[in-house]
């Protein structure tokens, strides 16, 4: 048995700025976070991913950083940080924040150094043109809201590259003084006691850019020095990484040509994300059938992060335009829905039309694939989005605790909250909340506490592999199973809404008292596996042998 930690992990993705107001101000903070541990831990989460911490501008969620070796004011201070740590390790939670280093704020005093004068110390930490690239309109991240990806800065003189926003000025990793402050950036917060890190953006941090070139060479050992950097700091820190790049490409992430992982431990698995999303608008499991067939072979120590929804749009532009169209039919029919031309900017729950059981059948599908599950705070009670909220801030609404007015998330008046809190509807905070729902054996946040509990019961399944299991099933049944040295899981999800039967027979021989572990309600016992019943949008997590 190895003991990596992340292989193991249940991660859960949280904006402080919306989880929990402890003094009132209508923004969320620390000591609000540190209150709601115990929630967490009951959860069943062991390890915790922030979202930007840092100072900053705040004009892209956090993701423009003005300061890397502070904690925003308005969360708190590095004092309530170190007790976050303290406190989330007393109930054995790890914590990874955020490390967007492609670029900073166009306010970070570095910028604003480099853009004052050619002899500034930071000029060459960006990148610079004195000449408009030919490729500017090229590569841009979010159409629609982004122009170009050089502006001119008129204080410099010259332009300056930005993948993203044109107040988020990329890094120039070519130099040796930005890799290794990013390297100092990382050391200091390991020092303070973080597992490790969500990177922001990695093809992107690796690019060294060349002006007029869309297709920049991009500097894959720069992964490898600072892995190595890493792990010497601290062995079991974890890097898990936001590459969004085609599917050939991504084992160079995990590691070099050498075959060993030395470089990212974790890449979120996009591709899965995007086929369980078609598989789910079309009630087909083929999606995913296809997704199991295509999974690159990783290195050992490699491992996928799986996740339905995260703090973004999804992004559903690895679709083909007709796949692409489908999901919008079925799942953000409305332009509103739509963001960028590529993604939806929906929770999960309205998606499914509040169909508990489809909410249910998509999380249990999602926690029983390989790969360390990553849960978007909300999800586990079935929060819904406000479409009126301006882009990605549709899903970034504040937690909804209970009844209390602000839904428990805040004392301060409504008008003084960092976003308005979903109220009113099917999915406004007084139908929808951790109150309700903790006590109510039957609730979602029940079950999903339930359904972690029984995950950690069964190691196979995150750290081992998954694969499709091949019996004769209507084309809405996905049959899979997870091994390692441990045992052995089944998994019979139905995607569709007509009850099912499948013939397990083939596995039997293997079973020793093959029983269900996890279910969408209790069925008949399995006996030879002949006649496995699965109710529609019904699932069967089917332990058939531990053999330690
Ligand atoms: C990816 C993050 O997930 C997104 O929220 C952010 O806007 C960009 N990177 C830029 O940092």
New binding site residues.
């Given amino acids: 048995m190895t003991d990596r930690w992340y292989e193991k992990a249940v991660i859960y993705c949280l904006d402080i700025d919306t989880f929990a107001d402890s003094d009132g101000d209508g923004c969320g903070d620390i000591r609000g976070l540190i209150g709601r541990l115990d929630y967490l831990a009951r959860l069943g989460v062991t390890c915790l991913w922030l979202?930007p911490i840092h100072p900053s501008p705040n004009r892209?969620?956090g993701?423009?950083v003005s300061d890397f070796y502070n904690v925003d004011p308005r969360f708190g201070n590095l004092g309530d940080f170190a007790e976050l740590l303290h406190q989330a390790g007393n109930l054995g939670i790890k914590v990874i924040i955020?490390l967007?280093v492609?670029?900073t704020s166009d306010q970070h005093p570095w910028f604003q150094s480099a853009r004052s004068s050619p002899d500034s110390p930071y000029r060459n930490w960006y990148v610079w043109s004195e000449t408009a690239p030919d490729d500017r309109r090229q590569g841009m991240?979010?159409p629609g809201e982004q122009d170009e990806t050089w502006t001119y800065d008129r204080t410099a003189k010259l332009w300056y590259y930005h993948?993203?926003?044109k107040f988020?000025p990329d890094l120039d990793i070519r130099n040796p003084e930005v890799r290794e402050e990013i390297k100092k950036i990382c050391a200091f917060w390991l020092q303070l006691g973080v597992a490790g890190f969500r990177m922001?953006?990695v093809p992107f941090i690796i690019e060294e850019t060349e002006p007029g070139n869309p297709n920049s060479p991009k500097d894959m050992d720069f992964l490898t020095e600072l892995r190595q950097y890493v792990q010497w700091r601290k062995g079991d820190a974890v890097l898990l990484a936001?590459a969004n790049v085609e599917p050939d490409q991504l084992k160079h992430f995990f590691g070099d040509a050498g075959g060993s992982a030395n470089r990212i431990h974790m890449l979120f698995d996009f591709m899965l994300n995007t086929r369980m999303i078609l598989a789910l608008a079309r009630e087909s499991a083929e999606p995913i059938i296809d997704g199991l067939r295509d999974t690159p072979q990783l290195p050992e120590g490699g491992q996928w992060a799986t996740f339905l929804r995260?703090?973004?749009e999804i992004d559903l532009s690895r679709l083909t335009a007709e796949q692409r169209n489908e999901v919008f039919e079925r799942f953000g029919p409305d332009e509103n829905m739509q963001l960028y031309g590529r993604g939806i900017r929906r929770r999960l729950a309205p998606m499914l039309g509040n169909d508990r059981r489809r909410i249910e059948l998509a999380y249990a599908l999602q926690f029983s694939l390989r790969g360390t599950p990553v849960l978007r705070y909300g999800e586990e009670i079935g929060m819904g989005e406000d479409l009126a909220l301006e882009g990605?801030n549709s899903i970034r609404t504040p937690m909804q605790w209970s009844g209390l007015p602000n839904g428990g998330f805040s004392k301060a008046g409504a008008g003084d909250l960092v976003r308005p809190v979903v109220s009113g509807g099917e999915f406004g905070f007084e139908k929808v909340n951790v109150t309700l729902q903790r006590h109510d054996p039957n609730s979602l946040l029940s079950w999903f506490e339930r359904m972690i509990r029984t995950l950690r019961e069964a190691p196979e399944v995150g750290a081992g592999s998954s694969k499709h299991v091949d019996v004769p099933v209507p084309t809405n049944v996905l049959v899979h199973r997870a091994d390692d040295g441990t045992g052995t899981m089944v998994f019979v999800h139905n995607l569709g809404p007509q009850a099912a039967t499948v013939d397990l027979s083939t596995l039997y021989p293997e079973a020793e008292m093959p029983n269900d572990v996890l279910a969408d309600q209790e069925y008949s016992d399995l006996g030879k596996c002949d006649k496995v019943d699965v109710a529609g949008y019904g699932y069967r997590w089917i332990r058939l042998k531990r053999t330690a």
């Fill in positions: 979202n892209d969620d993701y423009d955020d967007v492609n670029h991240v979010f993948r993203f926003y988020q922001d953006a936001e995260n703090h973004d990605r």
